[in-house]
T-cell receptor, first 114, second 108 residues
Framework: ETGVTQTPRHLVMGMTNKKSLKCEQH?????MYWYKQSAKKPLELMFV???????ENNSVPSRFSPECPNSSHLFLHLHTLQPEDSALYLC?????????????FGPGTRLTVT | EDQVTQSPEALRLQEGESSSLNCSYT??????LFWYRQDPGKGPEFLFT???AGEEKEKERLKATLTKKESFLHITAPKPEDSATYLC?????????FGKGTRLSVIA
């Protein structure tokens, strides 16, 4: 595997379910990011981790819970989501959190909340 | 509040028909402006970083320019494989802010 991978690629869940999204980067980077991309809206930064420490939480509701066990893996735990949370969730990584622009994105997880 | 506005929302070009995409921004303390390309079903792919007014960057048929209020992505003699959504983002005193993108279609 190369670059940034995300699993699953598609997820359908009910509002009472608990699920997790997984991201793995094979680039030796130290910073990882979660973004939300909704139709007709700009890409929204959710969380930033630098050397496993969370450095940014962009006012994200608590029903989204990130976890970064090491610099290569990032999870997004989901629980009691709302239909408006349906979107493409993108993971990205960069050498460190100062190199915002040199972010490498994964293919995303298409989430549908029913 | 930092803002990015991209225009047009969608652009349809014939192969070989050159054009420009616009990214207007308001930001406190611009640290950088970035262009990305996003293909359907994929994450964005980094294209360019611009740091100061007057700066230009080129890559194949693409050329990005920056003024104090906007950036242009010029596409010269586009090909069908240039079809994608082009995203602009700025970094100021707040985390990266993206525009909604311009969806480019190049018809053979």
């Amino acid at each position: 595997e190369t670059g940034v991978t995300q699993t699953p690629r598609h997820l359908v869940m009910g509002m009472t379910n608990k699920k997790s999204l997984k991201c793995e980067q094979h680039l030796g980077h130290n910073a990882m990011y979660w973004y939300k991309q909704s139709a007709k809206k700009p890409l929204e930064l959710m969380f930033v981790y630098n050397f496993k420490e969370q450095t940014e939480n962009n006012s994200v509701p608590s029903r989204f819970s990130p976890e970064c066990p090491n610099s290569s893996h990032l999870f997004l735990h989901l629980h009691t989501l709302q239909p408006e949370d349906s979107a493409l969730y993108l993971c990205a990584s960069s050498q460190d959190h100062q190199a915002w622009y040199e972010q490498y994105f994964g293919p995303g997880t298409r989430l549908t909340v029913t | 509040e930092d803002q990015v506005t991209q225009s047009p929302e969608a652009l349809r070009l014939q192969e070989g028909e050159s054009s420009s995409l616009n990214c207007s921004y308001t930001v406190s303390g611009l640290r950088g402006l970035f262009w990305y390309r996003q293909d359907p079903g994929k994450g964005p792919e980094f294209l360019f970083t611009l740091y100061s007014a007057g700066e230009e960057k080129e890559k194949e048929r693409l050329k990005a320019t920056l003024t104090k209020k906007e950036s242009f992505l010029h596409i010269t003699a586009p090909k069908p494989e240039d079809s994608a959504t082009y995203l602009c983002a700025v970094e100021g005193n707040t985390p990266l802010v993206f525009g909604k993108g311009t969806r480019l279609s190049v018809i053979a």
